[in-house]
């Protein structure tokens, strides 16, 4: 019988990591080559997902299981170019991974403050860092792009807040992906946040130019008890890039955790984020903000677990589609039995510039308790005539009008963003792909 092309494909994914773990994988220690047996493992029985599958039903990733793709070499051509384009933080701490590794060259760790330990994964593992346990709490068994990072986990960034720190400046992790050739790229990021700890971490994706590649991210926080962490992540890779993401947050009592993500670049770009609140009193705040046009698609999956009493959950997502791109929204709240008192709010918004863009949102609640608070809304739609029609009677002009009115509407995500150089940058990176957009539509 023949071997389907997506078969095939798995088959040389399987292969490629075979002489990956004889390779450079082949001095790892014993527990780091046995996470990844269990990590190739499983993509093996999962394949690549279909739109068969419900989770997946809206985003067909053939053209990722159709490219031959090969691991990536550790340096893109043009790195010191794609630096450039980061905004600078003056006082903070940089970690930059090259195509999956640390770039020493190109990091900033003398900035580190008392209390934080930061740098490469690898070197954390090689040196037997304590905190490297926390690896593979997040489960690749109906997840196939976690459990192919996980086959291929190397290197990435690591960061380690201690207990009772309070880190004043951000701590800046770049990612940049891409060169010659047809590379994937596998960064793995684990966060552990000591109790009562306070800190500030942005990430940044970037795309080298050049052939399609694929990125494919996986990222672990801890949370532990009291501790609180806002992350920022945004990402602008070029526009024949892919980009799968898969952040798992476990947070302890009274733990807070705050995420902004923005999205600007991708062909194709999944973000899944699960947050499990496992002790009382836990708060996390899932917003997010994109940018999609032409033949693009951004899909975002939260799911936020209540698994204990007395805890919060808020989600606000908008997003802003041109063309005949398009956008999936699924965001999945669960309430355990036990967990009476939860107040969960899910909010998710989206504003089509034209007529050929399209959104499917799947807002699914999952409740098992009795004494819980629990709303979610969707609003999908166009410009208001009304808004416009007041604007252009007090002198503006059409561009203007509409201009004004999308920049206050994704102007509600990015003001939460609070290291201002990155707020800065990205306004003008969102607004100036929308002023493209806004003069398109006038020729």
């Known amino acids: 019988m023949t071997m389907s092309p997506v078969a095939e494909r798995t088959d040389a994914l399987v292969a490629e990591h075979a002489r990956f773990t004889q390779g450079r994988g082949a001095t790892s220690p014993a527990w780091l080559r046995d996470l990844r047996s269990r990590g190739v493992s499983r993509f093996a029985a999962l394949g690549f997902p279909t739109v068969r599958q419900e989770e997946w039903r809206f985003t067909n990733v053939a053209a990722i299981a159709d490219t031959p793709f090969r691991l990536a070499d550790k340096t893109p051509t043009n790195a010191a170019q794609l630096m450039a384009r980061v905004a600078v933080f003056p006082t903070a701490a940089r970690i930059v991974i090259l195509n999956g590794h640390f770039a020493p060259e190109l990091s900033s760790l003398d900035k580190l ?119 920022y992540s945004d990402q602008r890779e070029t526009d024949t890039a892919y980009h799968l993401s898969s952040m798992h947050i476990q947070l302890q009592r009274h733990s807070t955790f705050r995420s ?72 999945r709240i669960i309430v355990r039995e036990d967990a009476q008192k939860t107040d969960a709010k899910q909010t998710n918004r989206a504003l089509l510039l034209s007529d050929e863009a399209q959104v499917n949102s799947n807002p699914q609640l999952e409740i098992f308790a009795d004494d819980v608070k629990c709303t979610h809304g969707a609003a999908i739609g166009q410009l208001d005539d009304e808004a416009l029609f007041y604007l252009r009677a007090r002198g503006l002009t059409e561009r203007d009008a509409r201009d004004m009115l999308i920049h206050a509407y994704a102007g509600e995500v990015l003001e939460g963003i609070a290291i201002e150089p990155l707020r800065v940058q990205l306004e003008r990176e969102l607004f100036t792909q929308l002023d493209r957009d806004l003069a398109d539509h006038k020729k």
């Open 260 to 331: 902004r993500t923005v999205t600007l670049g991708g062909k194709l770009v999944r973000n899944d984020i699960t947050a499990v609140l496992a002790g009382d009193g836990a708060h996390v705040a899932l917003d997010g903000c994109y940018l999609v046009d032409g033949d693009r698609l951004v899909d975002n999956h939260t799911t936020i677990d209540h698994a204990t009493p007395h805890c919060t959950s808020h989600e606000l997502y908008k997003g802003i589609l041109d063309g005949k791109s398009r956008a999936v929204f699924n965001g």
């Open 113 to 231: 403050p008392p209390g934080v330990v930061a740098g490469s994964l690898a070197n954390a593992i090689l040196h037997n860092r304590p905190e490297a346990t926390h690896l593979g709490q997040m489960t690749c068994e109906q997840a196939p792009f976690v459990a192919l990072n996980t086959a291929f986990l190397e290197d990435g960034a690591f960061v380690v807040i201690a207990a009772n720190a309070v880190v004043a400046d951000p701590i800046h992790l770049i990612v940049i992906n891409g060169g010659a050739g047809k590379m994937m790229a596998h960064p793995r990021t684990l966060i552990v946040a000591g109790p009562n700890s306070r800190a500030s971490i942005a990430q940044t994706f970037l795309g080298a130019a050049g052939e399609c590649h694929f990125t494919n991210v996986v990222t672990e926080v801890s949370m532990g008890e009291n501790a609180h962490l806002d992350l």
